[in-house]
């Protein structure tokens, strides 16, 4: 995925109390501006504010002061500061994460983006293919349909995919621990994406699959994303919504057709009146 040119910086950023407590620590300046630097570079990355540099290697501390251009130091204290606070938070195999990316990127615009490039790039299919048509010259419309692909294939790449938006759901409401940073995950989201599934489709089924599978040792094990985003991801999408049942009280038909209980009770109050 391309890197995003901007990120969103709230004008009332330093009214907030996790920014003010780090004003008054040492190097605060030096703090604020690794945050900064930091935010930055989860845009270059842009992978749902995850900070890496590939998908198979996180940066390193060393990595960050050498980026960053800061004390290797003053960098740690940084991270562990962010940590502490909940700004960020790093993973077991030390992939890092800027906590509420979402409230450092426009979600609708880039929606709205998402949506333009799509037209965009169906206009200029059909151009191409009415120019194709009145030239008749097969040759060339060959080649046209080749770069035409290619574009397409660019123009996904700079989409916006709320990778982390449906894993961090999924982790909520099944109770997993995915990570939205995995080459599969990250496939199989891009797949139904591409197929222009919504945000809300994705929540639907993990919503259904959660209430129908949850609670059963056979079925809970395919909370997955392998399974969920799968290319079954439409048959899911469509089915009834499923309500878990109750645990049914324990009942019979004694000679009175009360509950058990009642009819326990029932003979209790009865015994030694005949």
């Given at each position: 995925?391309?890197e995003?040119?901007?990120?969103?910086?709230?004008?009332?950023?330093?009214?907030?109390?996790?920014?003010?407590?780090?004003e008054s620590?040492?190097?605060?300046?030096?703090?604020?501006?690794i945050?900064?630097?930091?935010l930055?570079?989860?845009?270059?990355?842009?992978?749902?504010?995850?900070?890496y540099?590939?998908e198979n290697?996180?940066?390193?501390?060393e990595?960050?002061?050498t980026?960053?251009?800061?004390?290797?130091?003053?960098?740690?204290?940084?991270?562990?500061?962010?940590?502490?606070?909940?700004?960020?938070?790093?993973?077991?195999?030390?992939?890092?994460?800027v906590?509420?990316?979402?409230?450092?990127?426009?979600t609708?615009?880039l929606?709205?983006?998402?949506?333009?490039?799509?037209?965009r790039?169906a206009?200029?299919r059909?151009?191409?293919?009415?120019?194709q048509?009145n030239s008749?010259?097969?040759?060339?419309?060959?080649?046209?349909?080749i770069?035409?692909?290619?574009?397409?294939?660019?123009?996904?790449?700079?989409?916006?995919?709320?990778?982390?938006?449906?894993?961090?759901?999924?982790?909520?409401?099944?109770?997993?621990?995915?990570?939205a940073?995995?080459?599969k995950?990250k496939?199989?989201?891009?797949?139904?994406?591409?197929e222009q599934?919504?945000?809300?489709?994705?929540?639907?089924?993990?919503?259904?699959?959660?209430?129908?599978?949850?609670?059963?040792?056979e079925?809970e094990q395919?909370?997955r994303?392998?399974?969920?985003?799968s290319p079954?991801?439409?048959?899911?999408l469509?089915?009834?919504e499923?309500?878990?049942r109750?645990?049914?009280?324990?009942q019979g038909?004694?000679?009175?057709?009360?509950?058990?209980?009642?009819?326990?009770?029932?003979?209790?109050?009865?015994?030694?009146?005949?």
């Amino acid at each position: 995925m391309s890197e995003v040119k901007w990120i969103k910086l709230s004008t009332q950023m330093f009214e907030d109390e996790k920014i003010r407590l780090i004003e008054s620590m040492p190097e605060a300046d030096t703090i604020l501006i690794i945050w900064v630097k930091l935010l930055a570079q989860a845009g270059k990355t842009n992978a749902s504010g995850y900070i890496y540099l590939s998908e198979n290697i996180p940066y390193t501390d060393e990595m960050l002061a050498t980026i960053f251009n800061r004390p290797l130091n003053t960098v740690r204290l940084a991270l562990q500061t962010f940590k502490d606070f909940g700004m960020i938070e790093i993973e077991q195999d030390n992939f890092v994460r800027v906590a509420n990316w979402e409230k450092h990127q426009n979600t609708s615009s880039l929606e709205k983006i998402r949506k333009d490039t799509r037209e965009r790039v169906a206009k200029h299919r059909e151009n191409k293919r009415i120019e194709q048509k009145n030239s008749n010259v097969t040759c060339n419309g060959e080649v046209t349909d080749i770069e035409l692909e290619e574009e397409l294939e660019e123009e996904k790449e700079k989409e916006y995919i709320p990778f982390f938006e449906v894993i961090e759901y999924l982790n909520k409401i099944a109770g997993t621990k995915f990570r939205a940073s995995s080459k599969k995950t990250k496939d199989l989201i891009k797949a139904r994406w591409n197929e222009q599934y919504t945000l809300d489709d994705f929540k639907s089924v993990i919503n259904k699959k959660t209430a129908e599978w949850k609670g059963n040792p056979e079925m809970e094990q395919y909370l997955r994303p392998i399974t969920l985003f799968s290319p079954k991801f439409e048959s899911y999408l469509n089915q009834a919504e499923v309500k878990k049942r109750e645990p049914a009280k324990a009942q019979g038909t004694g000679e009175f057709g009360e509950d058990w209980q009642e009819a326990i009770e029932r003979r209790k109050n009865s015994a030694g009146k005949f």
